[in-house]
């Protein structure tokens, strides 16, 4: 089973400041995705990256997804209270080139943003 | 456009005691994914339905068992309920075999006492 570790576990920040989280695995990732949740609410998917070395931008968000597919970054600019929630990574579960829509998530970020 | 839809959004159960929780696809949707999601945790995948049927199963015990209907609604049952079964349960719905991108809905918040 495909471990999926997110660092840092917390991160307190104030407004306006720049912020990265990191999700890193000890295997190759098929395709992974990033997802935000928010208290009270099931996880939103903010994006997703398939190929090595791909940049996706989403406003102020920028996700990198490692050269060898082995970890992947989301990072914030100037961020706002807005951000504020549980940043999870996951992994689709892949067989033989089929996507079955299981997926394995990190233990998250939960990011505070204060005013 | 109604989205992913739960019920009860909250429950209180006592040990021993079994409980069934209930999800609505997003409109078109025919995959539904159930996720069990501890307090400071990710989720964790607890099975998937597609055409009625349980398509894939993750680690759980066999006390968690679950249903699709015709509609593509699904049921999650959980039996003989464990202080550790307190949690947030997830459903999510997809289009198609590849599921790939799953909506949520808001969860039902189960706490067993």
């Known amino acids: 089973t495909q471990l999926l570790e997110q660092s840092p576990q917390f991160l307190s920040i104030q407004e306006g400041e720049n912020l990265t989280v990191y999700c890193n695995s000890s295997?190759?990732?098929?395709?992974l995705q990033w997802y935000r949740q928010e208290p009270g609410e099931g996880p939103v998917l903010l994006v997703t990256?398939?190929?090595?070395?791909e940049v996706k931008k989403l406003k102020r968000l920028t996700f990198q997804f490692g050269d060898a597919r082995k970890d992947s970054s989301l990072h914030i600019t100037a961020a706002q209270p807005g951000d504020t929630g549980l940043y999870l990574c996951?992994?689709?579960?892949?067989?033989?080139?089929?996507?079955?829509?299981?997926?394995?998530f990190g233990q998250g970020t939960i990011l505070t943003v204060h005013p | 456009d109604a989205g992913v839809t739960q019920s009860p959004t909250h429950l209180i159960k006592t040990r021993g005691q079994q409980v069934t929780l209930r999800c609505s696809p997003k409109?078109?949707?025919?995959?539904v994914s159930w996720y069990q999601q501890a307090l400071g945790q990710g989720p964790q995948f607890i099975f998937q339905?597609?055409?009625?049927?349980?398509?894939q199963r993750g680690n759980f015990p066999d006390r968690f068992s679950g249903h699709q209907f015709p509609n593509y609604s699904s049921e999650l049952n959980v039996n003989a309920l464990l202080l550790g079964d307190s949690a947030l349960y997830l459903c999510?719905?997809?289009?198609?075999?590849?599921?790939?991108?799953?909506?949520f809905g808001p969860g039902t918040r189960l706490t067993v006492l």
């Open positions: 409109s078109g949707h025919d995959t």
């Open positions: 295997s190759v990732f098929s395709s």
């Open positions: 339905y597609y055409e009625e049927e349980e398509r």
């Open positions: 996951a992994e689709i579960a892949n067989a033989g080139g089929t996507s079955y829509g299981k997926l394995t």
């Open positions: 990256v398939v190929t090595g070395g």
């Open positions: 999510a719905s997809s289009l198609g075999a590849r599921a790939d991108t799953q909506y």
